[in-house]
């Protein structure tokens, strides 16, 4: 099975900071790789499809790339609400695998 | 709009057998596939399995085939998550969501909650 790794695990960054979480994925996965965001508490929520199309009502701060085993997510400045653990999952076929997750704060 | 409704918190003692559900609403049932996600507690997003509510087939991550199983009533839009014999270490919250129109997992449920403690 296809394994996808996520790094950091955790970073912290000032507010109006660029920041980015990369996902590798074990084997080539196009771009069916979807990022979710999950704040302390709640429901993941899908940020992010098809490697690169926001979901809607999401900010257009957040942006994502890449395809076949290399991705990104890229929040272009850091707000206090991003707070929260970023999660890749590809979906091209089962199973739908996570990856580890990265933790976001603020310094 | 799409829905998803679970059903509540569980407390169970090792050996107990548990059904979850979740009801679907807001969109056609039978078109869309539906997974299950769990999440041990302070730990990340594990993916465990997937139904066609269209005709009741299965997929299943390794880590979880045979201990658990998924179903899915199409007469009343619900899908099911069980297991027959709970462990401690089935602690956890538990999620469906939706593949809808994205293929990704683009609505879900508010989780259930299961402690399974002697």
């Known amino acids: 099975d296809i394994q996808m790794t996520q790094s950091p695990s955790s970073l912290s960054a000032s507010v109006g900071d660029r920041v980015t979480i990369t996902c590798r994925a074990s084997q080539g996965i196009s771009k069916y790789l979807a990022w979710y965001q999950q704040k302390a508490g709640n429901v993941p929520q899908l940020l992010i499809y098809?490697?690169?199309t926001l979901q809607s009502g999401v900010p257009s701060r957040f942006s994502g790339s890449g395809s076949g085993t290399d991705f990104t997510l890229t929040i272009s400045s850091l707000q206090p609400e991003d707070v929260a653990t970023y999660y890749c999952?590809?979906?091209?076929?089962?199973?739908?695998?996570f990856g580890g997750g990265t933790k976001v704060g603020i310094k | 709009e799409v829905q998803l409704v679970q059903s509540g918190a569980e407390v169970k003692k090792p050996g107990e057998s548990l059904r979850i559900s979740c009801k679907g609403s807001?969109?056609?049932?039978?078109?869309?596939?539906i997974s299950w996600v769990r999440q041990m507690p302070g730990k990340g997003l594990e993916w465990m399995a997937r139904i066609d509510p269209s005709d009741s087939y299965t997929t299943y991550s390794p880590s979880f085939q045979g201990h658990v199983t998924i179903s899915a009533d199409e007469s009343i839009n619900t899908a099911y998550l069980q297991w027959s014999s709970l462990r401690a270490s089935d602690s956890a919250m538990f999620y469906c969501?939706?593949?809808?129109?994205?293929?990704?997992?683009?609505?879900w449920g508010q989780g259930t909650p299961v402690t399974v403690s002697s």
């Open positions: 098809g490697a690169s």
């Open positions: 999952q590809k979906y091209n076929s089962a199973p739908l695998t």
């Open positions: 807001g969109y056609k049932f039978t078109s869309y596939w």
């Open positions: 969501a939706v593949e809808y129109n994205s293929l990704s997992l683009e609505y």
